[in-house]
């Protein structure tokens, strides 16, 4: 099974490719119900989507990217939040990481200890 690094300036976290797929996919999910979409929001579906097909630890989130100002942050942020309690079991520890990584408090790199990374239920 492999892992992806989840990074965002600078920051991020390891977590397992299926349960990354179950986070993203979950936010992809959110993201087309919404009434309509910015380009760079359907872009960034396509681009997770592609993600989600990537098995053996080289998914790219891309939020460096895609999250380049502000808003865009901010708006990410809110759906993650919302999309934490919406996701499997599989995903929500990913979608919790997710989350302390967009508010800027998650301070692991890729060569942190990796005492976050468990495996759900």
């Not at 910015?38 to 993600?51: D, R, T, Y």
């Not at 790219?60 to 100002?69: A, E, I, K």
């Amino acid at each position: 099974m492999g892992t992806s690094y989840v990074e965002y300036k600078g920051f991020g976290f390891w977590t397992r490719d299926s349960f990354l797929e179950s986070w993203l996919t979950t936010m992809i999910g959110e993201m087309q119900r919404l009434p309509s979409l910015e380009n760079w929001q359907s872009s960034l579906i396509g681009h997770w989507h592609l993600q989600t097909t990537i098995d053996s630890g080289c998914m790219r989130v891309g939020l460096d990217d895609f999250l380049v100002d502000e808003g865009r942050r901010q708006f990410l942020l809110a759906l993650a939040k919302r999309s934490v309690g919406l996701s499997s079991q599989t995903g929500r520890r990913t979608g919790e990481l997710f989350v302390c990584l967009l508010e800027e408090k998650l301070n692991t790199t890729s060569s942190s200890p990796i005492d976050y990374f468990e495996d759900p239920g």
